[in-house]
C-alpha cells in the first residue's frame, strides 16, 4: 500500500535529477588465472572486457552497429563464465552514451546503447527511464508512461533508491507543513489580536495606568524577541497564546500542524540513518552477491573494516567475495579463519566445503558440510549441497538422505535448487542482505569505525537524536502546554469575544451565556431586537459597522492575492482553505526547491514537462482561489 502512496506522489510531484561521478569503466580486482569452469584458462577479466568494450565504441562511431552488437554478446559471454547475471558498471555507461546521442538527435546509436544496457543489466531502474525518454522524444507517450511506471515500480524495490527517495520526500513534507503552521498561526494572530488586546488591557487596568499597561502588553507579546529566543520558540510561544482564542475546526488544525512537527526530524533521523547505513560496503557488497553482480571491488574496503574489527561474519564476506572474484586461496583462507574466530560459525564450514567440492576434492567437502551440519541443522541449502559431495563421492543412498532431509525442512527451496542448478553444480552461500545490516548495525554499536571515513559507517546517526533534538522538544512541549493553558484559561479567566459586525470586543462579564457570542449588545439590540436604540446612536453604529466590513473586505483581497486560500479562512471557511494552501505551497515548493526526488543518476529530458505543469496548475489554483474574492463587492 506504501508503494501505491508513493508511486501516486511521485507523479504529482516529478523527480529533479542529479548527475553522479562514477568512472563506470575502471575495473580493479585480483586477476585469477582458472576459472571455476572446467578449470580454463583466462586472461584478467577487467582487461579483456575493457578491450571489447572500446571496440564496441569504435564501431558504433563507425557506423558498423551489427559487429558493435556481436561486441557486447561476448562481453555478456565473458560475463557469464564467472556467473555474474548483472553488468551495472557498463549498463550505467550506456546509459549515459545513450543520453549523449538522444542529445546529438542520434537516433539509431541511442537505440543501440539502450539494448546494451538493457543486455549488460536490466534491472537498473535509469535503464526505463532512457526508455521513457526516447519514447518522449519520438512522441509515443503511451510508451513514455508505460516506461515511467516501470522506472517507479524498480525504483520502488530497490532499497537505494527509496531510501532517497522517501528521505527527499520527508524533507518536502517538512517544509510544506512547517510553512502551512507559519502561515496558520498568522492568521489566527491575525484574527484575534483584538481579542488578546482587550484580555490583556483588564488583566492589567486595575493595577496601572494607560502607558504601563500598553508597555507591558507589549512586552507580554514580544517577550520571545526580547530573550532572543530560537525562531521555532517564537512560533511555539505564540500558538499556546492563540490556541484558546481558536474554534474547534482551527485548534483540530493546530493540533494535525504541529503533531507533524513533533514526529519530523525523529522520522526523518531515522531514515537518514537507514540511507547512510545502506552505503556501507558491507551491505552494498551483500546485495552485489545476491544479484549476482560484480562484487570483487568491495574486496579493499572489507579488509579496511576488518583491520578495525574482527566479526566472524565480516571474515566470512570476505570469503565470499574473494569466493565470487575466483580467488579460492583467499577465499578459503578467509573461510579459516571466520571459524578459527568462531568455531560454532556454520556458514563458514559451508564456504569452505563449497570450495573443496568445486576443488574435487569431495571427502574434504562432506568433511566440512557435515561440521556445518551441526550448527546449522535446519538450512537446506546445506543439505542440498550435501547431497551433491555423497553423489560425486558415490555415497548414494547418504545423497539421497541428505536431499530428502532437506525436502523435509524446505520443500519448495530444494525443488528451486533441483531445477535452478546443473546437476553436477551446488549452491553457494553469501551473507544475505539482511544479515549484513544486522553486522553493519553490530559493527556500529562498537563505535570503532567512527571518523574514519567509511561510507556508512562515518556517522552513526540514531532516531534519539530527532527525538531529544530542541525542535522536537520545543513542538511537543506547545502541543501538551496548550491545551493545558487553554483549559485553565476557560476555567479561571475566560476569553474575550469580538463582534463580528463592527469588530468590537468584549469580556464574557458583558454577556450572559444565553446571549449570542458573535454580536456585541449593541449590534444586538440594533440588527436583532431592534429596539430601544436612538437615531443617532444607531447611525454612528451602522458608520462604524461599514467602516469595519469594508476593511475586512479589503484586507481579505490583499492577503488572499498574496496567500490564495487566505481569504477563505477569514471567511470561516477553513477547511477549504486549508486544502487551498496545501495545493498551492506543495506545487510551489516543487518548483522553487531544486533537490527533491534526486534520486537517479542521469538528467531525464522528459521530466521536467511535469515541473512545467506543476506551475501551470499553481497559477490555476492561484487564479481559482482569487477569482471570487477579487470580483465581489464589499459593504453591509
Known sequence: MKKILFIFLIFVFSFPLFSQDEDVLTLSRPSPEISRKEGKSKLPLESRVETLWFVTLSHIKEQQLALAEADIKKIIEEVSEWEIKRFSPFAYASIGLFYDALNKKETLQAQYFL???????????????????????????????INLLKFLFLSLNNENYYLGFLNNLLILFFLLFLTLLIVFTLFLLYKNLPKIKHDLYELFESKYNQISILILSLGLIFLPLVLGLNWFWILVYFLI???????????????????????????????LNKLYTSFSPIIQSSYALEGREISYRYIPDIEIILGFVEEPDLIFLLGNLYEASGDSINAI???KKAIAKDPTHGMSYIGLGNQYFWQQNYSAALSEYLNAQKYLPFSPLLYYNLSKAYYQNNEYNKGEEALNTGMAINSRQITKFISSNPPRSIVP???????????????NEKGVLKEKGIRGHENN????????????????????????????????????????????????????????????TQCIHIYIKKDGVSLDTKVKKMKEVKRFLKQEHYLKKVFNFIVPGFGYLMEDKKLKGFIILLLFFALLFYVLIPYPFSIVAFKSISIYFIKKISIFFMVLIWFLANVRVLIEKGGI
Not at 538493457?118 to 532512457?130: Q, W
Not at 552461500?429 to 559493527?443: C, E, F, H, I, R
Open 241 to 271: 497564546i492563540i490556541f484558546g482564542y481558536a474554534k474547534p475546526l482551527e485548534r483540530a488544525i493546530i493540533i494535525f500542524l504541529v503533531v507533524i512537527q513533533v514526529i519530523a526530524l525523529p522520522v526523518f533521523y531515522h531514515n
Open 461 to 520: 546517526l540514531n532516531i534519539k537524536f530527532g527525538i531529544l533534538h530542541p525542535y522536537t522538544i520545543a513542538f511537543f512541549l506547545c502541543l501538551i502546554l496548550s491545551i493545558l493553558f487553554h483549559l485553565y484559561r476557560r476555567k479561571n479567566w475566560g476569553y474575550a469575544g469580538v463582534c463580528t459586525k463592527c469588530g468590537r470586543c468584549f469580556c464574557k462579564k458583558c454577556k450572559r451565556a444565553s446571549e449570542s457570542q458573535i454580536y456585541c
Open 429 to 443: 552461500l553469501y551473507l544475505s542482505p539482511n544479515q549484513a545490516w544486522d553486522l553493519v548495525k553490530k559493527v
Open 115 to 145: 539494448k546494451f544496457a538493457s543486455a549488460f543489466d536490466p534491472k537498473v531502474p535509469e535503464i526505463y527511464l532512457a526508455k521513457a525518454d526516447f519514447s518522449w522524444s519520438q512522441k509515443s507517450y503511451i510508451s513514455y508512461f
Open 333 to 335: 583462507a578467509a573461510y
